[in-house]
């Protein structure tokens, strides 16, 4: 079965930059879209970016961090990153990747279409 390992999360001061690596175990486990949600204590879970794996195309959900967060892979090394620069507190929260297997050439935006996730990884921005 597929699985997914997060890394790269820690404590950072606001303006600093993290990098989350979403580490795929078998690339050939039919997945073909990659995202990364986040979930803050008392809020819930929302998509942040996602990536079409077999283009590369990615897409930005959140406006707080478009021009902040780039989503990228390596497909040598079956990850997909998760690039964090000018972190703001409100940036603070669980961050897990999800893979899913679409028919059309676009990543789903819920959370309930994403059949493997990842532990999650914690990202916390203090001022």
């Known amino acids: 079965q597929a699985e997914l390992v997060e890394s790269g999360g820690g404590s950072v001061q606001a303006g600093e930059s993290l990098r989350l690596s979403c580490a795929r175990s078998?690339?050939?486990?039919?997945?073909?879209?990659i995202a990364w949600f986040r979930q803050a204590p008392g809020q819930e879970r929302r998509a942040v970016a996602t990536?079409?794996?077999?283009?590369?195309?990615?897409?930005i959900f959140l406006d707080s961090v478009r021009g902040r967060f780039t989503i990228s892979q390596d497909s040598a090394k079956n990850t997909v990153y998760l690039q964090m620069n000018n972190l703001r507190p409100d940036d603070t929260a669980l961050y897990s990747c999800a893979a899913v297997r679409v028919i059309i050439a676009r990543c789903y935006y819920g959370a309930e279409s994403y059949k493997v996730w990842g532990q999650g990884t914690q990202v916390t921005v203090s001022s």
């Open positions: 078998d690339a050939g486990d039919g997945n073909n879209c």
């Open positions: 990536l079409y794996l077999p283009t590369g195309d990615p897409t």
